[in-house]
């Protein structure tokens, strides 16, 4: 329960009595200093204080046997968790000894999540608390901490003093221990939400008339793909991106193919992008020369135009959400919706400025999915200054999954009767050179490339530089994400079976393949598959998205 109170205490000592100091601790790793800023305590007899790097004050009140964490967001609220001294665990005393600024220590030592602590403590300074607030905060005044032999908070200076020590939660919000990680956790990492329980489905009109906006949710082939211009935060270079996408069925009972895709809304280089597909339909774009009757428009790189960058390939679980209540699987509890998450920190270049982000999932139900996309900024350190992006060479190369599919855009059938080619331009100044490249099989018959391992072959100038059959046979990990799923007599449900680099309910794992000796200037990039052939009116397709990635 969130309850509001105030509450007010204020201690002081003299300096003379040797009642209050200031201690000031140091952080080392192996050895050496960890990169921690130093932490002051303010210790006294009763009460002791300090604040962590990241801005939280930590209290230690021994009159009430009680610990209090505060912090004051960055929207204004200050709250606070209040814990008893006795819920922290609890060390084992030992009988070593230690001289540390010239006290006498004790050794204890304590277990907490399989982190072996030894704690050494003094009874002799008149003073009690620890820098960590659940490391030995009952034991006397904690001078030093070893956690696994390698990791260290040691004192480097006691100062007696005449200190304050004052806590006034006054209009704070005392919150539980999990809420209260959530918020102080929450602020230090900034989240982008780019569309919000937004319906993918067939049949829908679009909603609005295209007029270029930043903001705006459009919806394009019959409702199976949604797309919203995005300002992204500057001064984001020091952080790890995660790209979520939460899926949720909104009726549709089957797996489906998912891509959530950017589309840079300046694209100076070329003359066209999928956004053009999108308002003037999709012979807009290029035509790849195939050897079969097949029209495959913007599967590669040319000279005017340029395929989208894919951020994640996912497959959607058999109704999730939609069906939990219809079907009932003895031992199993279904799952109420999906989280793909993706780590796209390699693309960070790409993320700048004004990007068009698209989600595709090729649905033919009317009732569909509902998604939500956000990506999420996480700092490398706490705090963090603003620095600038690295401007590597971020240049998609091939595209293969259909996303106009509802606007009888081609599967990636091409595979069958080619090999892909694409001719791309190497700048001046690469100093090392990563294809970031997924590949899913899809044709689900018994003979089908969904259900039969391929090999992905990657080739430079004709050269081979990579090959790898991409293949999950990890897929029973996602039975409760897949309600309406059959269920054989064997035991087995669809979902279990392994497949061609996915599983229903599973993202597919980019592969990063190192280019090594290209020099500047025009190259060729190669994929073969040998496409399984097509058995009556069923037909196996590939799903292939490779984006350059070149290091400045």
């Not at 679980?317 to 699987?329: A, H």
Request: proline share 6%.
């Amino acid at each position: 329960m969130k309850y509001i109170v105030c509450l007010f205490f204020l201690l002081s000592a003299s300096a003379n009595s040797q009642s209050s100091a200031r201690i000031t601790y140091n952080f080392y790793s192996n050895g050496s200093p960890a990169g921690t800023p130093p932490l002051v305590l303010i210790a006294m007899h009763d009460i002791a204080s300090y604040t962590n790097a990241a801005g939280e004050d930590f209290y230690l009140d021994y009159h009430s046997n009680t610990s209090y964490q505060c912090m004051l967001l960055k929207n204004g609220k200050r709250i606070v968790n209040k814990q008893s001294l006795d819920s922290f665990p609890q060390p084992e005393l030992l009988n070593d000894t230690m001289t540390i600024l010239g006290y006498l220590c004790k050794k204890a030592h304590v277990v907490i999540r399989s982190n072996q602590i030894d704690i050494w403590y003094t009874t002799q300074a008149g003073l009690r608390g620890t820098p960590s607030l659940n490391i030995g905060p009952s034991l006397g005044l904690v001078l030093k901490i070893i956690r696994n032999g390698n990791f260290e908070i040691s004192a480097e200076k006691i100062e007696p003093g005449d200190i304050n020590i004052s806590f006034d939660p006054a209009n704070a919000e005392f919150v539980d221990l999990p809420l209260y990680r959530d918020l102080v956790t929450r602020q230090n990492y900034t989240t982008l939400s780019i569309f919000q329980n937004e319906k993918i489905n067939y049949g829908d009109t679009i909603a609005n008339l295209f007029t270029n906006g930043t903001g705006i949710t459009y919806r394009f082939s019959e409702g199976t793909v949604v797309l919203k211009k995005v300002k992204l935060p500057d001064n984001m270079g020091k952080n790890t991106v995660v790209a979520e996408l939460t899926e949720r069925s909104g009726g549709d009972a089957y797996d489906r193919t998912g891509s959530c895709f950017i589309i840079p809304a300046n694209t100076a280089d070329t003359s066209l992008t999928f956004i053009d597909a999108f308002i003037n339909g999709i012979k807009t774009l290029p035509v790849y020369p195939s050897k079969d009757s097949k029209t495959y428009n913007g599967f590669t790189l040319t000279d005017k135009y340029t395929p989208p960058i894919e951020l994640i390939r996912f497959i959607t679980p058999f109704g999730i959400g939609s069906y939990n209540s219809q079907v009932q699987v003895y031992g199993v509890k279904w799952e109420d919706s999906v989280t793909y998450k993706q780590d796209v920190t390699n693309l960070l270049p790409a993320l700048q400025g004004e990007v068009w982000f698209g989600v595709f999932i090729g649905c033919y139900d009317k009732g569909g999915h509902n998604i939500s996309l956000s990506l999420k900024y996480f700092p490398d350190e706490v705090p963090q200054e603003p620095a600038a992006v690295s401007n590597d060479w971020i240049q998609p190369i091939v595209f293969t999954t259909n996303i106009m599919e509802a606007s009888h855009q081609e599967y990636g059938t091409i595979f069958g009767s080619n090999t892909l080619n694409v001719t791309v331009d190497i700048p001046e100044g690469i100093k090392s050179l990563t294809l970031r490249y997924i590949s899913t099989g899809h044709g689900g018959w018994e003979n089908g490339d969904e259900f039969n391992k391929k090999l992905n072959e990657i080739f430079s100038d004709g050269k081979l530089v990579y090959s790898y059959i991409p293949w999950r046979d990890d897929c029973g990990m996602y039975r409760k994400y897949n309600p309406a799923s059959g269920n054989f007599p064997n035991g087995m449900s669809s979902s279990d079976f392994s497949r061609s680099g996915w599983c229903p309910g599973s993202t597919s794992i980019p592969v990063d393949i190192p280019i090594t000796g290209l020099k500047p200037g025009k190259h060729t990039f190669s994929v073969y598959i040998p496409m399984g052939k097509p058995e009556g009116s069923s037909q196996s397709a590939w799903n292939v998205s490779a984006v350059l990635i070149g290091k400045k």
